[in-house]
Every structure is written in C-alpha cells, then in structure tokens.
C-alpha cells in the first residue's frame, strides 16, 4: 500500500513516499510550501509523522489521516522517558537495517550519538548543538562576530581572519569530539541528517567503514509501517 511519510524537523519538512516497506521517493521542503498546504487539505493517503518538535506534534495530529508517532510505538528496549521521537525511531532502524551494534550519528540542527548493543537494546547517546547552531549562537550573543556560513571544506587550523576562526573553532572542536565517541564505538556506525555528508568526509580518515544515509530515517519510517502490531502499522 501506498503511505506518505512526513519527519518534522526543527527547521524543514522531510517528506517520503512509501510503499510496502520501501522508500520509494523523498523530497525536502520548508514549513510553509504547496506541498504541506496540498497534504493538510487533499491527501487522502495515510500520513504518519515523526516529530521532536512538540508544536508541529500538536499540529499534525489534528489531521484526520495523520499518525503521530510516540515512544511506545518503537519496538527498541532500553528506552527512556525523554528520549527524543525522532532518536529512538532512527537507532531502532538503523539497528533492523544494518544489524547490532550500531552508532547513528544524526547532523542536523542539532547532532546527536545513539547507540545500540550487540543485544538489540539502546544503550544511550550525547547530543549537541549543531553546526549551523553554533555559528547562529556566536553571532547572536555576541556583539560584533558575525553571521557565517558553514565552509565545502575545513580552514587552516589557526585562522588568520575571524570568519575562518570561527569555522575552525567549531569545525575542529566538533570533529574531535565525535572522534572521541568514534574511537569507544567498534560496532557499525551510520551518519546522516543535512551536515552528515560534511561530516562524514571528516570522520572517514579515522573509520573508512562509516556509511552515509541521508534518508536514514524516512527509511526508518518505511520500515516500522511493516511491524504486524495492529493500530500502530501504516494500514
């Protein structure tokens, strides 16, 4: 059967085509777009959502042919109460598609590490601001460092301009640290969200088994439809 997947992230609308357990198309969009205008108003194909943003949660379970998902409806032992929807549904996936263990690195608005045991069990994980974030937080709280964008590729490590400085201080320490993360972990490890093909070239060097998926978690999504447990299965 034929579903549309939604995850509703803190900046942008990730939408998937799904069908029979498969990702058959994907495509991105902001908040606002024709395409959100035309699923709240004539989609008549079962619309399940994933969401951490608790605004957009409340917004889309107002439509009629949306279902919302919550933690209960992930089959991932180890859970805790605050975990993140969006976290949970990816290290469950990640776990069903590329076997245990397994380390999901989501870049997105923020990063988060989640990790799963060779038991199928999740075992915890760290986040932190993202890329993106901690550029906006420099220049917002401060009164003269200025707004920058994120580099195709590294600066040199000491940077003889503030812009540069800027991206190495945040590229460098981020680099590090998931490094740090990287070399506790002996399991697979999979990376995705809209800075995880940066960061994944970075990361590469040190563990050329990271595999990039920028579509992990609608993929996730497709997955779950196909679990036999009643109310909770797409259809």
């Known amino acids: ?25 994907t495509w991105h969009t902001p908040w606002h777009s024709p395409t959100t205008t035309w699923v709240q108003n004539h989609c008549a194909w079962p619309l399940v959502v994933v969401s951490p943003v608790p605004a957009q ?3 889309w379970q107002k439509h009629n042919q949306a279902k919302v998902i919550t933690l209960s409806d992930i089959p991932l032992p180890g859970i805790y109460a605050t975990l993140g929807i969006d976290r949970a549904l990816a290290a469950w996936g990640a776990s069903q598609l590329y076997g245990s263990p397994v380390l999901v690195i989501d870049a997105g608005t923020a990063i988060s590490l989640n990790a799963v045991d060779e038991r199928g069990q999740f075992m915890g994980g760290a986040i932190l601001p993202g ?28 940077a003889n301009d503030t812009i540069e400085a800027i991206q ?15 070399k506790q972990w002996a399991g697979k490890v999979v990376i995705t969200g809209g800075d995880g093909a940066w960061l994944g070239r970075q990361l590469r060097g040190d563990r050329p088994d990271l595999l990039w998926q920028p579509d992990l978690l609608l993929r996730c999504l497709a997955l779950w439809g196909q679990i036999p447990r009643g109310a909770s299965r797409l259809g």
């Open 1 to 25: 059967m034929n579903a549309l997947g939604l995850i509703a992230g803190n900046s942008r609308y990730h939408w998937g085509w799904l069908q029979n357990g498969q990702l058959k198309r």
């Open 57 to 59: 949660v409340q917004l």
């Open 131 to 158: 890329l993106a974030l901690q550029c906006q937080s420099l220049h917002r709280g401060t009164g003269a460092l200025p707004a920058v964008t994120w580099p195709l590729e590294l600066p040199a490590l000491w």
């Open 168 to 182: 190495s201080g945040i590229g460098y320490t981020v680099v590090a640290g998931l490094n740090f993360y990287l």
